[in-house]
């Protein structure tokens, strides 16, 4: 096969899930080594998962390695061309999707070991602490925007050695975890959230309870609504 966009966007998203949802297994989870380690290990977690997948997904044929439909339209919006959506869009939530089945097998024995099943559920997707529609769609699309915002801040800078994007990129979503994530689990993409969940549905999880469908509108809407807006107020200045 032969590197392109797809598989780069495929390829960068499942590496960004496998990790990402791996150290959000490796917390919560029973048994596992890392069980309660608490907050910053996922956050800073979340953060190597962002830029070991941008290094991937670069690696494997996309220049852009957005891993994220949120992402891709904010560019899209502030640029209007809108071609790249049709490619990137379906590699992401599939590239999602395969990265969250990893998880699965390389927790195997730890699902039958963890009785609550919304440990199990957090593993896959995102979840408000105090649940309120409103708030929890204001504070996912106030994080998108801030993380479209800080990509396109570094993107846009002159003064960065070459291969040090991905770098930055990094601690932007380790920063926006530990500022910003308390209050819904900063989603910020609709194939970080919607893809783990439909594999949360659909693999054989012992005792896995409900995916918890009335919420999952928000972190694809909120994500998706916070990047045009990060994109268009970013563009006002540029």
Same mark, same amino acid.
């Not at 599939?94 to 009785?115: D, E, K, N, R």
């Not at 003064?159 to 819904?184: K, N």
């Not at 549905?201 to 309870?209: F, N, T, V, Y």
């Given at each position: 096969?032969?590197?392109?966009?797809?598989?780069?966007?495929?390829?960068?998203? @499942?590496?960004?899930?496998?990790?990402?949802?791996?150290?959000?297994?490796?917390?919560? @989870?029973?048994?596992?080594?890392?069980?309660?380690?608490?907050? $910053?290990?996922?956050? &800073?977690?979340?953060?190597?998962?962002?830029?070991?997948? $941008?290094?991937?997904?670069?690696?494997?044929?996309?220049?852009?390695?957005?891993?994220?439909?949120?992402?891709?339209?904010?560019?899209? &919006?502030?640029?209007?061309?809108?071609?790249?959506?049709?490619?990137?869009?379906?590699?992401?939530?599939?590239?999602?999707?395969?990265?969250?089945? @990893?998880?699965?097998?390389?927790?195997?024995?730890?699902?039958?070991?963890?009785?609550?099943?919304?440990?199990?559920?957090?593993?896959?997707?995102?979840?408000?602490?105090?649940?309120?529609?409103?708030?929890?769609?204001?504070?996912?699309?106030?994080?998108?925007?801030?993380? $479209?915002?800080?990509?396109? =801040?570094? =993107?846009?800078?002159?003064?960065? &050695?070459?291969?040090?994007?991905?770098?930055?990129?990094?601690?932007?979503?380790? =920063?926006?975890?530990?500022?910003?994530?308390?209050?819904?689990?900063?989603?910020?993409?609709?194939?970080?959230?919607? =893809?783990?969940?439909?594999?949360?549905? @659909?693999?054989?999880?012992?005792?896995?309870?409900?995916?918890?469908?009335?919420?999952?509108?928000?972190?694809?809407?909120?994500?998706?609504?916070?990047?045009?807006?990060?994109?268009?107020?970013?563009?006002?200045?540029?």
């Amino acid at each position: 096969m032969q590197a392109s966009p797809f598989w780069g966007e495929l390829v960068g998203t @499942l590496v960004l899930i496998f990790l990402g949802d791996g150290v959000v297994a490796n917390v919560c @989870l029973k048994q596992s080594k890392g069980e309660n380690s608490g907050w $910053i290990v996922i956050t &800073a977690g979340w953060g190597f998962a962002v830029m070991l997948g $941008i290094f991937a997904s670069k690696a494997f044929g996309s220049a852009d390695a957005h891993l994220n439909p949120a992402v891709t339209l904010a560019f899209a &919006a502030s640029s209007g061309d809108y071609s790249k959506l049709l490619t990137y869009w379906p590699a992401q939530m599939i590239g999602a999707f395969l990265g969250a089945v @990893l998880v699965w097998l390389m927790y195997l024995p730890h699902w039958a070991a963890t009785a609550d099943p919304g440990a199990k559920l957090a593993v896959f997707s995102t979840g408000p602490a105090i649940r309120n529609k409103r708030d929890n769609f204001i504070s996912e699309f106030l994080a998108t925007a801030m993380l $479209i915002v800080g990509v396109s =801040s570094i =993107s846009g800078s002159g003064e960065l &050695a070459a291969g040090f994007g991905p770098y930055l990129v990094g601690l932007l979503v380790w =920063s926006i975890g530990l500022s910003l994530g308390g209050t819904t689990g900063y989603a910020m993409s609709p194939a970080r959230d919607l =893809s783990p969940r439909i594999a949360h549905a @659909l693999l054989p999880i012992p005792g896995k309870g409900s995916s918890d469908w009335g919420y999952a509108w928000i972190p694809v809407l909120a994500s998706l609504a916070g990047g045009v807006a990060g994109g268009l107020f970013f563009g006002l200045f540029h």
